[in-house]
DNA sequence: CGGAGCTTTGACCGGCGTCAATGAGAGTGG
DNA sequence: CCACTCTCATTGACGCCGGTCAAAGCTCCG
């Protein structure tokens, strides 16, 4: 019954009650399924759905005039996309699926009456809401003082520590289903530079490829050349409502 | 009475009932001044301290191991900050005070408590996210894919847009209370660049300086070269829960 | 008058972008 | 099984943007 994964995303960091799990899978107003490469959203249009990632790689990106684009987030499963339509007529940036990928739709009237009906679970939203801004924060400063090594691994680091938390097998080895064009617009850099930049990264011994599996050797060297902090999160449970 | 503007500043978004903005102006739990160049909040430190910037501008940056900045956001009158205290035990950032600057307190509990006595409330708070949320995205795009007079340009663009929007007065060119090095740290570049850069902005007839002033002449064409885009932001009235 | 902090300018160099060519697979149709 | 194509990875040559280092003005303040 529970096509959202909200519940069990959510349950990562506080337990829930069963009547807050079935609100939660309540939410939910049927599911889509995009292949690699459809665009989910476009920018600057009125599309203002809001959904969860239920499996596959999903990414926000702006493009610029000149047909460059900037890749502004990853998304994996159990990520709430789409809230910004609730401040924004227009959508800021564009949505789309780097691999096959199923989303499910929330309602967004339920959505609001969450905040009425399980203050707990509004709550709890809105302390999740400051970890992708983190995110955010971490992402900018490598983009704005790492070198193209540096941010390559910051990257890499970001990637493994978000496939972990999605429960996603990570341990020895990863499939990353990216080109070099997706990490370069996700890094700033150009396809031609994140080739030799992973080259440099391989031959001194930080990562090994072959295919698209990748292989982080040394998480701590790396770290260190990627200006790379390992965070903690946890939620106050003491801050939230009681639960209900 | 309203030492917190909190209700000021989500007024601009929404009608506010007297209830709200009594509840709003009851979060406050006293206020606290810092002089220039003062640390509002240590990087790596466990002070979860949740405040309002009431006046002043107030930053939050990075520290790299080599004493490199980044400056991650700017702060302005009525900007909610602290928040990610409520899913990090350490601080993610630290905070700053740019200029002399007040702030007051919020009190974490009366927060949370906000969450079931007033939804309406707590569900605006959540939209209003999603604003800053977006702004730093447009910063990323901006580091990830402009040259140094782009990032410049987009910079002095988003700070022209926050100041109005704060009621500060801008029309006519403003004061600009950032040295180049923090301009630099705002940008990715170094400060001796950002020199260059804004010498060849006055010389292109972009802006025009004297002292620390700085008008903005063609806010269109600067726009161009910043692959800015004017963002409007509206929050749905109809998917707020009722007023309280 | 002197010092501290900031701005401005020059010389030099390296990292990364650009352009272009080649290689390597995967899929498709004959 | 073999062209053919399409996408992506790889590599080299070359040039420019922005970093680094250093020195000199400018302003404010003691």
Redesign the interface.
């Known amino acids: 019954m529970a096509e959202s994964c909200l519940a069990e995303h959510l349950g990562h960091?506080v337990e829930l009650t069963a009547r807050e799990r079935d609100a939660l899978d309540g939410l939910t107003a049927g599911s889509r399924t995009y292949r690699r490469g459809a665009i989910v959203r476009a920018e600057h249009g009125s599309n203002?759905d809001i959904f969860v990632v239920v499996s596959g790689w999903v990414y926000?990106f702006?493009l610029?005039?000149d047909g460059?684009r900037?890749i502004?987030?990853l998304h994996f499963r159990g990520d709430l996309l789409g809230?910004?339509?609730?401040?924004?007529?227009?959508s800021?940036?564009a949505i789309g699926a780097l691999t096959d990928a199923e989303v499910c739709l929330i309602d967004?009237?339920r959505?609001?009456?969450l905040?009425?009906d399980h203050?707990?679970l509004?709550?709890l939203?809105?302390?999740?809401?400051?970890?992708?801004?983190?995110n955010?924060?971490?992402?900018?400063?490598s983009?704005?003082?790492n070198s193209a090594r540096g941010r390559v691994a910051a990257l890499l680091l970001q990637i493994a520590n978000r496939m972990r938390f999605a429960n996603l097998p990570v341990s020895d080895g990863f499939a990353l289903p990216l080109t070099q064009e997706e990490i370069g617009d996700l890094?700033?850099l150009t396809a031609v530079h994140v080739n030799r930049t992973m080259r440099v990264l391989s031959e001194q011994g930080f990562i090994t490829r072959s295919g698209n599996m990748l292989r982080i050797l040394h998480p701590d060297r790396l770290a260190?050349i990627a200006?790379h902090?390992r965070?903690?999160?946890?939620?106050?449970p003491a801050?939230?409502?009681?639960r209900s």
Chains 1, 2 share one sequence.
């Open positions: 960091y203002g926000s702006a610029l005039e460059r900037q502004v987030r809230l910004d339509g609730l401040a924004f007529p227009e800021p940036d967004r009237a959505l609001g009456a905040f009425t203050p707990r509004a709550a939203l809105f302390a999740v809401q400051q970890v992708d801004r983190v955010l924060t971490d992402r900018l400063v983009l704005g003082r890094t700033g260190r200006n902090s965070r903690n999160v946890a939620i106050d801050w939230l409502p009681n």
